[in-house]
């Protein structure tokens, strides 16, 4: 099992995590933007507000890697149901970058006006008698000249028919990089994934990058998840809410240099979300609870660029701050809520550990378990199981049996013993997930060997890869932390 190194520490509001969860580098340059818009004003007034909005997202400024033609949700909410039919229109409003720049100490230029649409012309409809709009999107073109640059793209609501544009709702941004399209980690001869967990308190994530396939250069890792930002509990709002220690924050807000690298050699990076010994876990949250902490999951992923979410049910200590015992439904609840608002391809995983066996049986709003999520492992390190029948609707290729801790747990010095016999079973009976832990850089315990405690796992990654892949494995720089 996972050791937790997580600090324990009370921290901010919802709102508070919503604003530092949009101070994301991109290109180096510290941003700050705009938070949660205050509608008390306007729900309080007689007349109905219009404020703009990207879907998802409470935040006025989205991050956005365009690496091939893409698009974004918005709607308009209103903070009064009108009597009548509204109409608002969308357009780029070029002015505001200089003002954004001079705001933001930035230097953007505008993303090309004639690389975006807008659906229906700019045009949206609120019907009479509803709060918001349905979505609307915002089209990118790829504009392949301008890969390695970041823009600004401000979208202005516009007064239409039967309402007004509230000042502090008026205006999103987005903050356009260009990227090159991400290659592809697939590799032959067996076409699951490679996961790793890394302990992002003492090691960088860049080492999955390090390892690759000695011929085809492929890397072999395809997904990377952070290990772990945490699922506390505000007791003065009492509800649960995400919180990243600073190790993982650092990582967050540095994501050109700890996370984008990965993702531009075709590995997926995913966020670990753990409980923190505060009572709440992902087996005992209310449906409401789960919607608005599935939004801050949202919320993160989107301004971190992020590939998805992956979930631990460790160290909840239910009961807790007075809080209700696990239940059989919050935790399938919570993964439907997160994939509504993450629709493939982004990933939804399971590290299939606690009570986790009836919360993950039974369907949610029709779906099973397994259409919900992409992937799920057995969580007892160096053993075997073929139990992912455990979890409603999972497939064999959606299931690890045989998760791989390069580190013996609970303190041990001792490289785990690898099973060919295991990794065997493992491809040719249909797994589609190799599951690997503890990934390091530099090991303490290991200090005096004759690489000076530099961590090359490449020798013991092959077994696995020729197995896997019929190549070797390679290393490239191994990563110390530097932060």
């Known amino acids: 099992m996972h050791t937790n190194h997580i600090k324990r520490m009370k921290w901010g509001l919802y709102t508070l995590f919503l604003i530092a969860a949009t101070l994301f580098v991109s290109c180096g340059d510290d941003k700050i933007v705009i938070g949660e818009v205050d509608e008390f004003?306007?729900?309080?007034?007689?007349?109905?507000?219009?404020?703009?909005?990207?879907?998802?997202?409470v935040n006025d400024v989205l991050n956005v890697d365009v690496r091939n033609n893409d698009a974004?949700?918005?709607?308009?909410?209103?903070?009064?149901?009108?009597?009548?039919?509204?109409?608002?229109?969308?357009?780029?409003?070029p002015s505001l970058v200089s003002v954004y720049n001079k705001t933001n100490f930035t230097h953007y230029e505008l993303f090309p006006a004639n690389l975006v649409s807008i659906d229906n012309n700019g045009t949206?409809?609120?019907?009479?008698?509803?709060?918001e709009s349905e979505?609307?999107?915002?089209?990118?073109?790829?504009?392949?000249t301008l890969e390695g640059n970041t823009y600004l793209l401000p979208i202005r609501a516009n007064a239409g028919s039967n309402v007004n544009i509230s000042a502090e709702g008026q205006v999103i941004y987005y903050v356009i990089n260009v990227a090159k399209p991400i290659p592809s980690s697939a590799k032959s001869g067996w076409d699951g994934v490679s996961i790793c967990y890394v302990e992002v308190n003492s090691n960088s994530p860049l080492n999955v990058g390090t390892y690759t396939l000695k011929d085809s250069g492929k890397p072999f890792f395809d997904i990377c998840n952070i290990f772990a930002a945490n699922l506390n509990y505000n007791a003065e709002t009492g509800k649960p809410y995400l919180y990243f220690n600073d190790n993982v924050q650092h990582l967050l807000a540095n994501r050109d240099k700890y996370i984008k690298p990965l993702q531009d050699k075709g590995i997926k990076v995913c966020l670990s979300i753990l409980p923190n010994h505060g009572g709440v876990g992902l087996l005992n949250m209310t449906n409401a609870a789960a919607k608005e902490f599935a939004m801050e999951i949202k919320a993160a992923i989107d301004a971190y660029g992020l590939d998805g979410a992956d979930f631990d049910e460790e160290w909840a200590d239910y009961?807790?701050?007075?809080?209700?015992?696990?239940?059989?439904?919050?935790?399938?609840?919570?993964?439907?809520?997160?994939?509504?608002?993450?629709?493939?391809?982004?990933?939804?995983?399971?590290?299939?550990?606690?009570?986790?066996?009836?919360?993950?049986?039974n369907p949610v709003e029709g779906l099973s378990i397994g259409e919900i999520i992409d992937y799920s492992y057995y969580p007892y390190y160096n053993s075997y199981s073929?139990?992912?029948?455990a979890i409603g609707g999972l497939t064999k290729a959606q299931w690890g049996p045989y998760p791989y801790a390069f580190h013996g747990t609970n303190g041990s010095t001792v490289y785990p013993a690898i099973s060919t016999t295991n990794i065997n079973n493992l491809k040719n009976n249909g797994y589609g997930v190799n599951l690997m832990y503890d990934l390091r850089g530099y090991s303490e315990t290991h200090a005096n060997d004759a690489n000076k405690g530099i961590m090359d796992y490449s020798d013991r990654l092959t077994i696995f890869s020729r197995i896997l892949y019929g190549e070797d494995v390679v290393a490239g720089e191994i990563f110390l932390k530097d932060w």
């Open 124 to 131: 949206v409809n609120i019907a009479k008698w509803r709060a």
């Open 72 to 93: 974004r949700n918005v709607f308009v909410k209103l903070t009064k149901a009108g009597e009548n039919d509204i109409t608002v229109n969308l357009s780029i409003d």
């Open 41 to 57: 004003p306007y729900q309080s007034a007689n007349e109905s507000y219009a404020l703009l909005k990207h879907q998802g997202s």
């Open 386 to 389: 073929t139990s992912y029948t």
């Open 319 to 361: 009961g807790n701050n007075g809080l209700p015992a696990a239940n059989t439904t919050s935790y399938g609840r919570l993964l439907f809520e997160v994939r509504k608002l993450l629709p493939k391809p982004k990933l939804i995983t399971v590290y299939y550990i606690g009570v986790t066996s009836a919360g993950l049986t």
């Open 135 to 144: 979505p609307v999107a915002v089209h990118f073109t790829k504009d392949n």
